[in-house]
């Protein structure tokens, strides 16, 4: 059998909020609650499960390949929120987008901190 990730867990605050916000960016469903876990379920079927966590929430980064109809709207909604977005990971370059490997990618924090990404190209596939 091959290996592959078949879910995650992201701890936090406020697990509702959070699952929320993250499936609004990138135009997927808030799943039905599964034991303490509010799931987000992508094409490929990996959950990101999310947890209420009462403690000190340590910020963890989360990559999402995406198509580019899927950028745009993703993109789109960054910009509706006003949140502040980057080019790189070292959060350098304010307001602006990379085309690394002849893509598109973005940075961006969610409520808690976690640092997403959306990426339409994989890191070293392109010019």
Known sequence: MAVELNHTIIHAS???RSAEFLADILGLQ??????PFLPVE???GVTLDFAQDDGKITPQHYAFLVGEE???HGFKRIQE???TYWADPHRTRPGEINTNDGGRG???A???GHYMELITRPY???S
């Open 124 to 126: 070293g596939s392109g």
């Open 70 to 72: 899927d950028f745009d």
């Open 110 to 112: 969610d409520p808690d």
């Open 42 to 44: 992508t094409a490929n």
């Open 81 to 83: 929120k006003g949140l």
């Open 30 to 35: 808030v799943q039905p609650e599964f034991g």
């Open 106 to 108: 973005v940075y961006f």
């Open 14 to 16: 406020d697990r509702k």
